[in-house]
């Protein structure tokens, strides 16, 4: 994945196209280049140059525009024990009435102890599940390279818990993405039926801290309008 990646912008040197280069999504400052989607006015919010989740209601926040191949850089921590949220890419961000998530490629962020605090029958859920799985949601299929169920497993477990930044490098590539967690490329899914779409960031019921998001555009694909979302008016 990465020589494809330095394939691709040494393809734009040697053409004399533009090079991509990272652009911020959020500026710090507010959150210009976000349209909430389904939560409460105060469920985000930014403060010393984070953007901050309060984790209620249920639901997601948008980017203004949808995205194809690219780059994701994120940064977030979680400020609860056992919290949940993620990142969806290539959405509709329409979402589901019961479960208030849309549909995409959800890229998990929970934080440590959640696999300890939802036991079920005595029995605590695998710690994989922590540690940036990736999955279709909402009708949107994909393979996993480390299957878990339906689900892509990280291959080491790399996140770190509550109070402590977290750093995720996504990138997607024609219905494929990898993910570099805190430095190091340890899951993957491919075959994506949806593959153009927006980024929702995911209130889910536990205050999280983002930072230093900024997305990388690369060159599209030949991606037939059933592998992309609707464009929201």
Request: proline share 6%.
């Amino acid at each position: 994945m990465k020589r494809f990646i330095i394939a691709i912008l040494s393809g734009g040197l040697l053409t004399g196209g533009p090079v991509p280069e990272f652009k911020d999504l959020f500026n710090g400052k507010d959150l210009t280049g976000w349209v909430n989607v389904n939560t409460a006015e105060d469920t985000w919010s930014v403060k010393d140059g984070e953007l901050i989740c309060s984790g209620h209601p249920i639901g997601v926040m948008r980017s203004q525009k949808q995205y194809e191949n690219f780059v994701l850089h994120i940064e977030w921590k979680h400020m609860e024990a056992g919290g949940n949220s993620g990142v969806f890419v290539w959405s509709g961000a329409r979402p589901n009435p019961k479960s208030r998530l849309p549909d995409g490629v959800e890229v998990q962020m929970l934080e440590l102890d959640w696999p300890n605090l939802h036991k079920r029958d005595g029995v605590t859920p695998p710690v994989a599940y922590v540690h940036g799985e990736l999955f279709g949601v909402n009708g949107v299929k994909t393979t996993p390279d480390n299957p878990r169920g339906e689900r892509s497993m990280s291959v080491e477990n790399r996140c770190i818990g509550r109070g402590e930044w977290n750093t995720y490098d996504v990138v997607a590539v024609d219905g494929v993405i990898k993910l570099s967690v805190n430095g190091k490329v340890v899951n993957g899914i491919r075959g994506s039926t949806q593959k153009k779409g927006y980024l929702c960031l995911e209130s889910e019921g536990a205050e999280i801290h983002f930072r230093n998001i900024k997305i990388m555009e690369l060159p599209p694909g030949v991606t037939s309008a059933e592998q992309a979302a609707p464009e929201i008016n």
